[in-house]
């Protein structure tokens, strides 16, 4: 069984602090892993994707990943209210193009 | 609005009802996947589509459960005689030839 899995949280950090969410993952032949932000009620929205082993940054996000240790990591830098949201890693499976979720950390920032 | 459509979005049913929801791609987009979605939960495959054939499906899709995509262009996904475990999110996402996914809307679905 293919599995992705995150700390269901509540992570709470206060405004302007980093935000650090994990994500481990089972599929050694996975290659692509993705993180998406989910609001209440609404539908995920891609956040960053990471292929490679090492650090991705895209403004305030970095996704990190460490294939030998099947982790891949979001930092959040400044984090704003609007960040409070549930966010979810997501991997592909092997060579497909197939995405297990993990279950996603709730993340509440507050001012 | 080039985004994912998905419709209708929101569907209340009785048990035992069929149900069909609409996905409209992003137009340059070949794939597009089905998942469902429970509280609290992670998104679950369902299954998706390269142009008009289905490659995948998942064991949760289970015989009452249908989906296709005619001309390689909008995707139906139906279910028959629906129970009270059906009730989720149902999301549908296309990519283009590589493996990043977005997300339409959804369509929730009660079943009463």
């Known amino acids: 069984q293919k599995e992705v899995e995150q700390n269901s949280g509540p992570l709470s950090v206060p405004e302007g602090a980093i935000a650090s969410l994990n994500c481990t993952y089972s599929?050694?032949?996975?290659?692509?892993f993705f993180w998406y932000r989910q609001y209440s009620g609404k539908s995920p929205e891609l956040i960053m994707f990471?292929?490679?082993?090492g650090d991705k940054e895209d403004g305030r996000f970095t996704a990190q990943l460490n294939k030998a240790s099947q982790y891949v990591s979001l930092l959040i830098r400044d984090s704003q209210p609007s960040d409070s949201a549930t966010y979810l890693c997501?991997?592909?499976?092997?060579?497909?193009?197939?995405?297990?979720f993990g279950t996603g950390t709730r993340l509440q920032v507050f001012p | 609005d080039t985004g994912v459509s998905q419709n209708p979005r929101h569907k209340i049913t009785k048990r035992g009802q069929n149900v069909t929801f609409r996905c409209d791609p992003i137009?340059?987009?070949?794939?597009l996947y089905w998942y469902r979605q429970t509280l609290g939960q992670g998104p679950e495959f369902l299954t998706y589509?390269?142009?008009?054939?289905?490659?995948?499906k998942s064991r949760l899709l289970s015989d009452r459960f249908s989906a296709e995509r005619p001309k390689g262009s909008f995707s139906t996904l139906e279910i028959q005689r629906t129970e009270q475990g059906d009730s989720a999110m149902y999301l549908c996402?296309?990519?283009?030839?590589?493996?990043?996914?977005?997300f339409g809307p959804g369509t929730r679905l009660t079943v009463l």
């Open positions: 599929d050694r032949g996975s290659q692509s």
């Open positions: 996402a296309s990519s283009p030839p590589s493996d990043t996914q977005y």
């Open positions: 997501a991997v592909n499976v092997g060579n497909t193009d197939k995405l297990i």
């Open positions: 589509f390269q142009n008009e054939a289905q490659l995948e």
């Open positions: 990471i292929y490679s082993n």
């Open positions: 137009s340059e987009h070949n794939r």
